[in-house]
Each structure stands twice: as C-alpha cells, then as structure tokens.
C-alpha cells in the first residue's frame, strides 16, 4: 500500500496562486512517483480544512506561502493534530517569516546581513528612512511580495495609504 500524502495549497496569503502551483506541481510530482495524494485547496474555514484532513493522511506536504502557510500556523495544527510534515516545525517556520528576527539571529551566530532599518509605513511615507537606492520589504511576506526598491529621483513611494 502506498503512502497517503495530502498536499495543502492555496490558502488566503497574497502568495495564494504561487502556492496554488506550488500544489499542483507538488501533487503531479507525488502521485507519479506513486504516492496516493489528496489535494487540498485551504480557505480560511478551518472546519472544512478538519474535514479533509480525516481519516488522517500518513504524511502532509504543505504547499501553503506566505501567512498561515509558512509562519508557524499550518505546522502548529499539524502538531496538534499529530500529522507528520516534511519541512521545519512551528518555531523554526514563525521565526524564518519574521524578517527582523532573522537578521538578529543571523547577526548573532556571526552571519554577515545586508545594511538595513526596520521602520513602519508611517516612517517612510514621511519621508526617507534611508539614503537612495534603498528596498522596502514586509517583515512577514514571501516569494517577494511587497518588494519595493527605492531608486534616486523617484518622486512616489510605490504605495499608498491604503496598501
């Protein structure tokens, strides 16, 4: 009898159709290599996503960017629920997501980070932050979502009030 891996995609993050293909691929690499494979399209109705989960698989793969997916959630409920996963653990996942956190721990195991300040949105619509060229990243997104590089002469800042 072959494995039943449940593959989660998809999810509510702004990576949700990175995480969509991710899926799929991951889901037509598994059952190729004849993994009996359920896959899960994840919204934010964690009683639907319960129900899918039973009768428990053997192992999930989860396939989820961005919040929920990659910041320490998915893999809390799997512990939870005592599904086995391939990939980092609840704290290892929270803390990868959290970008100031990891350049502290970098920076304090001696791995050499790139220049930065950590600001709010309110500090740069304000004004600079930093002499151009510079990037503005999320601290907690993905797949480059939010990323925004600052260059000499740009008048507006690539977002408004709203975003």
Known sequence: MSLKV?????????????????????????????????????????????????????????ALHGR?????????????????????GLMASSLAMDKPMSKRLFEQAGIPVAPHIITSREDVLAGDVMARPYVIKPTNEGSSVGVHIILEGDNDLPFDDAS
């Open 68 to 88: 929920f997916g990659e910041d320490g959630c998915v893999q809390g409920l799997l512990d939870i629920l005592g599904i086995p996963y391939p990939h980092s």
């Open 6 to 62: 449940a593959v989660l995609m998809g999810g509510w993050s702004a990576e949700r159709e990175v995480s969509l293909v991710t899926g799929a691929a991951v889901s037509n690499a598994l059952k190729a290599a004849g993994f009996q494979v359920t896959s899960i399209d994840v919204q934010r109705d964690m009683g639907a996503l319960l129900t899918r989960l039973f009768p428990k698989p053997d192992v999930v793969f989860n």
